[in-house]
């Protein structure tokens, strides 16, 4: 039996960074991963979908280049290379990962991990994956007996999210899929539906979209992304209409099953059929439906019950401030834990346990945590909706700037969008900022570091930002707040 002082389960944006902060504060430590280093985020959501979604934007400018004088014919796209382009850069950077745990000195040990007791794990090999071609290998069931046994003092389990099930008749036909799954698609289908309009669901229609694909999303809320701002989930929905993806929202997805056809065309499947009911039911013919609604805790097949780590109703492990379940010795970051299933959150958790574990002071603050959805137009947020800071009880000023009226995106032809920012009444103090529109990815640091700094309106708007950019936003933004907007029209009195 190997003994390290930490244990890390699970080698994702939370796991492979505890290791190595764990490591940096002297600790031997293993960590025990069944798949290639990055977890979910390098290998199957984050990274390879920015990778493709990069490829539908360069797609779109250069069909939209002649509005900037350059002219380009015969303007396509390979799909096959599109795929390629984003395995190679999922390589580079889970090998990076790889490379940076061997050099902090972290023992890697490749298997799955089954706790025997709260410090104990058995390695077993891994089997093949139940979900088929294209599925999420990190998924697989453990195989055979246990190869070694490995105890430590303290351990992280950081096993992260699975795609959830839709529980509906037909959700496990050929041709459904998850966000995890779709990786598998060598092709880009001809019609789409997916299930859940929050992000993973809104990058996905964008992308197929972007594609060629007939793309119809499916929301239960009545609007798209429906944990952003309400004027943010309005605003994306009728971006996406214009482009041509129909939305369905206040709707539910009540089946799936095969269509039949009496003769189908050469080449041609007969494809599924989904019945939507709610304030716009109607059938739906799709080639491939993808599920995106949820995700749920990947503990399946790790005998969580041996460590004695408390759940919640939805089987994610219970934590404090510090990352400390119910067991001492025992901790648990990312997914798992279901504060915020985002991968900047798991790797700051992870930090913050290794120091806890290495005896550091150290916690974590839930109240400002910046989120990004990759759509077009991208979508930012840190902080209080308008709606949660009323409910709060805030007395609260807002305003919206948008982006037509920005000299730099003007220049760079994309205007579509705005920046509303959230503020408290009397003392300005910045409560949230929520963006959609060009690189609101980038532009939200402000946002948030605003709110950590604890600034104002009067601050924000008092800092000189370069111009012409589109950073300038957040100072307009705070402007017009103030009742004082230099290139936007005041309102009437």
Same mark, same amino acid.
């Given at each position: 039996?190997?003994?390290?002082d930490?244990?890390?389960?699970?080698?994702?944006?939370?796991?492979y960074?505890?290791?190595?902060?764990?490591?940096?504060?002297?600790?031997?430590?293993?960590?025990?991963?069944?798949?290639?280093?990055?977890g979910?985020c390098?290998?199957?959501?984050?990274?390879?979908t920015k990778?493709?979604?990069?490829s539908?934007?360069?797609?779109?400018?250069?069909?939209?280049a002649?509005?900037f004088?350059v =002219?380009?014919d015969?303007?396509?796209f390979?799909y096959?290379t599109?795929?390629?382009?984003?395995?190679g850069?999922?390589?580079?950077?889970t090998d990076?990962?790889?490379?940076?745990?061997?050099?902090?000195?972290?023992?890697?040990?490749s298997?799955?991990?089954? =706790?025997t007791g709260?410090?104990?794990v058995?390695?077993?090999?891994?089997g093949?994956?139940?979900?088929?071609?294209?599925g999420?290998?990190y998924?697989?069931e453990?195989d055979?007996a246990?190869?070694?046994?490995?105890c430590?003092?303290?351990?992280i389990?950081?096993?992260?999210?699975?795609?959830?099930r839709?529980?509906?008749?037909g959700?496990?036909?050929p041709?459904?899929v998850?966000s995890d799954?779709?990786?598998?698609?060598?092709e880009i289908?001809g019609?789409?539906?997916?299930?859940?309009?929050?992000?993973v669901g809104a990058?996905w229609a964008?992308l197929f979209a972007t594609?060629?694909?007939?793309v119809?999303i499916v929301?239960?809320?009545?609007?798209?992304?429906?944990?952003?701002?309400a004027?943010?989930?309005?605003?994306?929905g009728r971006s996406f209409?214009?482009?041509?993806?129909e939305?369905?929202?206040?709707?539910t997805?009540?089946?799936?099953?095969?269509r039949?056809?009496?003769?189908?065309r050469?080449?041609?499947?007969a494809?599924?059929?989904v019945?939507?009911?709610?304030?716009?039911?109607?059938e739906?013919?799709?080639?491939?439906v993808?599920i995106?609604?949820g995700?749920?805790?990947?503990?399946?097949?790790?005998?969580l019950?041996?460590?004695?780590?408390?759940?919640d109703?939805r089987?994610?492990?219970?934590?404090d401030?510090?990352l400390r379940t119910t067991?001492?010795?025992v901790?648990a970051?990312?997914?798992?834990?279901?504060?915020?299933?985002?991968?900047?959150?798991?790797?700051?958790?992870?930090t913050?346990a290794?120091?806890?574990i290495?005896?550091?002071?150290?916690?974590?603050?839930?109240t400002?945590?910046?989120a990004a959805?990759?759509?077009h137009?991208e979508?930012?947020?840190?902080?209080l909706?308008e709606a949660?800071?009323?409910?709060?009880?805030?007395?609260?000023?807002?305003?919206?700037?948008?982006f037509s009226?920005l000299g730099?995106?003007m220049?760079v032809?994309?205007?579509e969008g705005?920046?509303k920012?959230?503020a408290g009444?009397v003392?300005?103090?910045?409560?949230?900022?929520?963006?959609?529109?060009?690189s609101?990815?980038?532009l939200?640091?402000?946002?948030?570091?605003?709110?950590?700094?604890e600034?104002?309106?009067?601050e924000?708007?008092g800092t000189?930002?370069?111009?012409p950019?589109?950073?300038?936003?957040g100072?307009?933004?705070?402007?017009?707040a103030l009742?004082?907007?230099?290139?936007?029209?005041?309102k009437?009195?």
């Open positions: 039996m190997r003994e390290f930490v244990l890390v389960v699970g080698g994702g944006p939370g796991g960074v505890a290791a190595i902060r764990a490591a940096q504060r002297g600790l031997s430590v293993a960590l025990v991963e069944k798949e290639r280093a990055g979910v390098l290998n199957w959501g984050c990274i390879p990778a493709m979604l990069r539908a934007e360069v797609l779109q400018t250069v069909r939209d002649a509005e004088g =002219f380009a015969n303007v396509r390979d096959a599109v795929r390629g382009r984003k395995d850069i999922v390589k580079g950077l990076g990962v790889a490379g940076l745990l061997k050099a902090n000195g972290v023992t890697v040990i298997g799955h991990a089954t =706790f709260p410090t104990t058995d390695i077993h090999g891994v093949s994956s139940p979900q088929g071609p294209g999420p290998r998924a697989a453990p055979g246990a190869t070694e046994t490995v430590a003092r303290d351990v389990i950081a096993t992260g999210s699975v795609p959830a839709l529980p509906v008749d959700a496990d036909l041709g459904v998850t799954g779709a990786f598998g698609l060598t289908p019609r789409v539906v997916i299930v859940g309009g929050s992000a990058e964008n594609f060629g694909s007939d119809t929301e239960t809320r009545d609007r798209l992304v429906p944990a952003e701002d004027d943010i989930g309005t605003a994306l209409t214009r482009r041509g993806i939305v369905l929202t206040g709707c997805v009540a089946g799936i099953r095969q039949t056809v009496r003769k189908a050469k080449n041609q499947p494809g599924l059929l019945t939507v009911e709610g304030q716009q039911a109607k739906l013919e799709a080639d491939v993808l995106g609604v995700r749920t805790p990947n503990t399946a097949n790790l005998n019950a041996a460590t004695g780590a408390a759940t109703e089987g994610f492990i219970t934590v401030e510090r067991t001492e010795h901790y970051i990312g997914d798992v834990t279901g504060k915020a299933l985002l991968a900047h959150v798991a790797s700051h958790q992870g913050t290794a120091d806890v290495a005896g550091h002071e150290a916690h974590l603050d839930y400002v945590i910046p959805t990759f759509t137009p979508i930012a947020s840190v902080g909706t949660a800071a009323v409910a709060a009880g805030h007395d609260v000023v807002t305003a919206k700037f948008p009226a730099r995106a220049s032809g994309d205007t705005f920046a920012i959230v009444k003392h300005g103090e910045v409560l949230g900022v929520h963006i959609i529109g060009p609101a990815s980038d939200i640091t402000e946002g948030a570091l605003a709110m950590t700094t600034a104002t309106l009067d924000l708007a000189i930002h370069a111009h950019t589109l950073g300038e936003i100072m307009e933004a705070a402007l017009t009742g004082l907007p230099v290139h936007v029209a005041p009437k009195r």
